[in-house]
């Protein structure tokens, strides 16, 4: 109850930030996108990572308000980035809860419109768990996103139990392969097996794979051989405020 009141004190005082980690062409460094990971900056008192209070933000249905400061807040740095770097894409990820909000796709036509995003400006992460939720439902609001022109992306790849079929009829661009695959690549009991498999269904489905949670020289180099051509992770940078972001991009330094 008391985070619950300092959740709600939080909106009113705007002490949300956005943080963003470069998403990366594997083979040269070059940033494709910047995927927006929220924070909590309360004076005096530091940062508060997602973990400790997205799940009851859920909850509690706050994170539909929180998300909906997300996406304003994502959207407009998304429409200023793209005058320094035109076809970079930011990335936001959207929860259960937020996702089961009928008008939700009416929500992002709005924000993207008093934004003047280009959809394809914007990529919606979905977790695994959240796009199987209610089938039948997420896969509509999903549809409608995809309508509207923005990207999809299926988040945390492999650590939900999705059926095959069902994938396939998701309207997805992208298949974030979870850190956990990526963290056994290039060490003594190689994950490459199951990671080259990771690939090559995401790919078979249509959709272009992006590894998590890259860390190291030896990772980074079995991903190019198994034919992963996106990722993100420590090794090229981690998750950055927004000024240091947008510095990386006027620079156009590669990254790695
Ligand atoms: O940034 P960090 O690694 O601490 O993020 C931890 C988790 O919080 C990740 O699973 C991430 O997807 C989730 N997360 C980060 N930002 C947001 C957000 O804006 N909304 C929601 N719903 N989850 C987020
Ligand atoms: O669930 P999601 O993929 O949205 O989570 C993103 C989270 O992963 C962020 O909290 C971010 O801080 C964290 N992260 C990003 N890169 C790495 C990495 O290379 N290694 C580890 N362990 N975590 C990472
Ligand atoms: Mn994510
Ligand atoms: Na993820």
Redesign the pocket.
């Known amino acids: 109850l008391r985070l619950e009141n300092d959740l709600r004190r939080a909106l009113e005082r705007d002490e949300f930030r956005l943080h963003y980690?470069p998403v990366v062409r594997l083979g040269d460094g070059k940033v494709v996108g910047l995927?927006a990971?929220l924070r909590w900056e309360r004076p005096g008192r530091g940062i508060t990572p997602p973990d400790r209070f997205v799940p009851l933000a859920e909850e509690t249905g706050m994170i539909v308000e929180i998300g909906r400061r997300v996406l304003r807040m994502a959207c407009s740095r998304a429409a200023e980035w793209r005058r320094i770097c035109p076809s970079v894409a930011v990335s936001v990820?959207v929860s259960a809860r937020q996702l089961r909000t009928p008008d939700f796709a009416d929500e992002v036509e709005r924000i993207l419109h008093q934004a003047r995003l280009e959809p394809c400006g914007l990529v919606l992460?979905v977790t695994e768990s959240a796009a199987m939720d209610e089938p039948g439902e997420a896969a509509e609001v999903l549809r409608g996103l995809r309508e509207l022109g923005v990207g999809l992306a299926l988040?945390?790849f492999g650590t939900g139990y999705s059926s095959l079929s069902y994938l396939k009829r998701l309207p997805v661009s992208f298949l974030?392969i979870d850190?956990s695959f990526v963290e056994g690549l290039g060490g003594e009991a190689d994950s490459g097996v199951l990671v080259g498999g990771v690939i090559a269904l995401s790919r078979e489905l249509g959709f272009e794979p992006v590894a998590?949670?890259?860390?190291t020289p030896g990772q980074l180099e079995r991903l190019l051989e198994l034919g992963c051509e996106l990722g993100?992770?420590?090794?090229f940078a981690?998750?950055m405020p927004e000024r240091a972001a947008e510095e990386l991009l006027r620079s156009g330094a590669r990254l790695g």
């Open positions: 980690q995927e990971l990820n992460e988040d945390d974030k850190r998590e949670g890259v860390e993100q992770g420590y090794y981690s998750p």
